[in-house]
């Protein structure tokens, strides 16, 4: 008896921090603590109000102490918390607030008070899907991470060794020459900075530009960016496939629930 009214006070509990008003308060929580992080930002309101900002961090810290406790324990078993790799994102970085609380460590905990906001992540399921699907991503794009490497090095290469001696502010280590290339594969301020005073000592520098960018640029890039949306897609398939089954298994559920139903009626109305 004990251990059943145990399992129902969890089974509270989880209904409880699973509730979509319990998500709502949290949300809001993390929005108040993103202001405040950003509001910290400014000497002239932090350094009058550090107590205020301090209090302020404290009391987010242990309710968000207090909602992973929560989960915790809600959990049947309560280590099949730990089997979610959100669930761990979300425990490090509140335990980081308690371990790091020290004068020693002001600069790391004000940096774990901003990684803090990223816990909407974890607590919206679209953006948890989105990232999900991203992380999916990361074999496919070792490949292009490879390829691109071979790329920006052969063309760090041959730009060392054309244009060292012309133009050693960009070009005049290997260091440099891919920290130049860099810059252009952005496509920031590259014409003006480096091809056009390039071009009045070399004026077929042109060529090496034009094919750097190229591939580098519309080539490459257009690659990250369709192996990205392919898993993204992938994923959002996935979902809806997953969401059929279930609602198959829930219809077949309740047709099978119906035909009970009558089988009891019919008996019943016969005895």
Do not use: C
């Not at 350094?47 to 989960?71: A, S």
Request: net charge neutral.
């Amino acid at each position: 008896m004990t251990e059943q009214k145990r399992r129902d006070w969890r089974q509270q509990l989880a209904s409880i921090t699973e509730h979509r008003n319990f998500t709502i308060i949290i949300m809001i929580l993390i929005f108040i603590n993103a202001v405040v992080v950003g509001l910290e930002t400014y000497p002239e309101l932090y350094v009058p109000y550090y107590e205020w900002f301090h209090f302020m961090d404290r009391v987010l810290l242990w309710i968000f102490t207090i909602e992973i406790t929560l989960k915790i324990i809600a959990t049947k078993p309560m280590y099949r918390f730990f089997s979610n790799g959100w669930n761990w994102f979300d425990f490090l970085i509140i335990a980081a607030g308690h371990l790091f609380a020290g004068a020693h460590f002001v600069t790391v905990l004000r940096v774990l008070r901003v990684l803090r906001v990223l816990r909407a992540v974890t607590i919206i399921p679209s953006l948890r899907r989105l990232v999900d699907a991203l992380m999916r991503t990361i074999p496919s794009l070792f490949n292009i991470m490879f390829l691109m490497g071979l790329v920006f090095y052969i063309f760090a290469v041959i730009g060392t060794m054309l244009y060292a001696q012309a133009f050693p502010e960009y070009f005049g280590n290997l260091q440099r020459t891919l920290l130049t290339l860099f810059q252009i594969v952005t496509l920031e301020s590259w014409t003006e900075a480096v091809l056009r005073p390039l071009l009045e000592v070399r004026p077929y520098s042109w060529i090496y530009f034009i094919s750097f960018v190229l591939i580098g640029t519309f080539i490459i890039f257009n690659l990250f960016i369709g192996v990205i949306v392919n898993n993204v897609e992938r994923a959002n398939e996935d979902d809806n496939d997953s969401a059929d089954v279930h609602r198959k298994d829930i219809e077949s559920l309740q047709k099978e629930i119906k035909e009970l139903k009558q089988l009891i009626q019919e008996k019943n109305t016969s005895d």
